[in-house]
């Protein structure tokens, strides 16, 4: 029915007469807001993501927050999708918590995210980008640590590294 | 300007009665929260003084916009929709576009 078929044979059988003409020939879009949404609540449940987004993002979504009717931070924030056809690509900006193993849970994220948008949309995802820009230290509400460190320590430090990797 | 008087208006587009459709699309609670405006699709129907959102009948195509809700998945809505609005669509086809997802904490 598709040329991609062979490359979706994980997909549950279920799922496929759906994509790509339907039993009458009638199809089926999926928005991009709907998959990024879906995305962003996956990534936040694995254990270990402490927020999302880039710092500017993060920034304006804590400003958000603070005014009254606002939505505040949207649950896409931090969530780039390219949806097309039959296939779905994500990219993630994601901060983690102190102290965790930043590749196991990037392929703990990719797992989530991937199987989460096939199961809903029945969409092939074909790539989970996760980019880790920060680490969240441990510290009071007040702002300073609990955790040994000397005040100067804070979660906006330069403690970033890249994440990318794609889900085979 | 003036206020018109209440007229039934007739919602038969191409054969199609729109609000059938609308009808027949809102008695999927599993799947379909509402029917929404705006993109991507743009769908609505526009009749003399009022309009009926989320459904477009161009052609030989029935585009039906739908907000789908948290926890059911694109093929349980798509099932639901097809089997739904199908008797109501004569020759038409009948394009889904799932252009919103309810919040996880009010879907259910």
């Known amino acids: 029915m598709t040329q991609t078929a062979s490359r979706t044979e994980q997909r549950p059988a279920t799922e496929q007469h759906l994509r790509g003409g339907g039993q009458d020939g009638g199809r089926i879009t999926v928005a991009d807001g709907v998959v990024q949404k879906i995305a962003g609540m996956a990534a936040r449940e694995v254990s270990g993501v402490y927020a999302m987004g880039t710092g500017a993002a993060r920034t304006v979504g804590a400003m958000k927050e603070r005014i009254p009717g606002s939505t505040g931070s949207s649950v896409g924030q931090g969530v780039g999708v390219e949806v097309g056809e039959n296939e779905a690509a994500v990219d993630l900006d994601i901060v983690v918590e102190y102290g965790i193993s930043a590749n196991e849970l990037g392929k703990g994220i990719q797992r989530n995210v991937k199987s989460s948008i096939e199961r809903m949309t029945g969409l092939d995802v074909v790539e989970v980008n996760v980019n880790i820009n920060d680490v969240h230290l441990p510290e009071d509400v007040d702002g300073t640590t609990t955790g040994g460190g000397s005040g100067s320590f804070n979660a906006t430090s330069s403690s970033s590294s890249g994440g990318d990797s794609r889900v085979s | ?108």
């Open chain 2, 1 to 108: 300007m003036t206020a018109q008087p209440a007229i039934e208006v007739d919602a038969t587009v191409d054969g199609v009665d729109v609000d059938l459709i609308a009808a027949a699309v809102q008695d999927c609670p599993a799947a379909v929260d509402a029917l929404v405006a705006g993109p991507p699709a743009m769908a609505a129907t526009y009749l003399p003084r009022r309009r009926v959102t989320g459904i477009r009948i161009e052609d030989d195509v029935v585009t039906v916009q739908v907000r789908l809700r948290w926890g059911s998945t694109v093929g349980q809505l798509a099932r639901q929709v097809w089997r739904a609005v199908r008797p109501h669509a004569g020759r038409h086809r009948v394009d889904i576009v799932i252009a919103e997802i309810t919040d996880p904490a009010t879907g259910g």
